[in-house]
Nanobody
Framework: QVQLVESGGGLVQPGGSLRLSCAASGTIFSINAIDAMGWYRQGPGPQRRLVAT???????QYLDSLKGRFTISRDNANNTVYLQMNSLKPEDTDVYYC??????????????WGQGTQVTVSS
């Protein structure tokens, strides 16, 4: 099994920044079976929505509306993925979940979820 532990959420003013971290732990076999890691947020819909994902090889994808504000990065040696969030807006307020799974990074390809970390953007 793989456990994902997020950190870095909190309260920030509009225009501010936060950096989320997600560290994966587990057996070597289970860790090696993961390709994409990333971040998802609940949004108003019935399922979590992809924010940004990145593969072991560094291929990243983003929700189009977030490009230029959010940057995903990954430290494969430490099995950790980061999300740098800049120019935050109130509509970014949500619970952000770390996910890990298959190459596509799709919500449906996530095999492991973190517990979520709250991001609140408010003055």
């Amino acid at each position: 099994q793989v456990q994902l532990v997020e950190s870095g959420g909190g309260l920030v003013q509009p225009g501010g920044s936060l950096r989320l971290s997600c560290a994966a732990s587990g057996t070597i076999f289970s860790i090696n079976a993961i390709d994409a890691m990333g971040w998802y947020r609940q949004g108003p819909g019935p399922q979590r929505r992809l924010v940004a994902t990145i593969t072991r090889g560094g291929s990243a994808q983003y929700l189009d509306s977030l490009k230029g504000r959010f940057t995903i990065s990954r430290d494969n040696a430490n099995n950790t993925v980061y999300l740098q969030m800049n120019s935050l807006k109130p509509e970014d307020t949500d619970v952000y979940y770390c996910g890990a799974g298959g190459t596509s990074g799709s919500y449906y390809d996530v095999r492991y979820w973190g517990q979520g970390t709250q991001v609140t953007v408010s003055s």
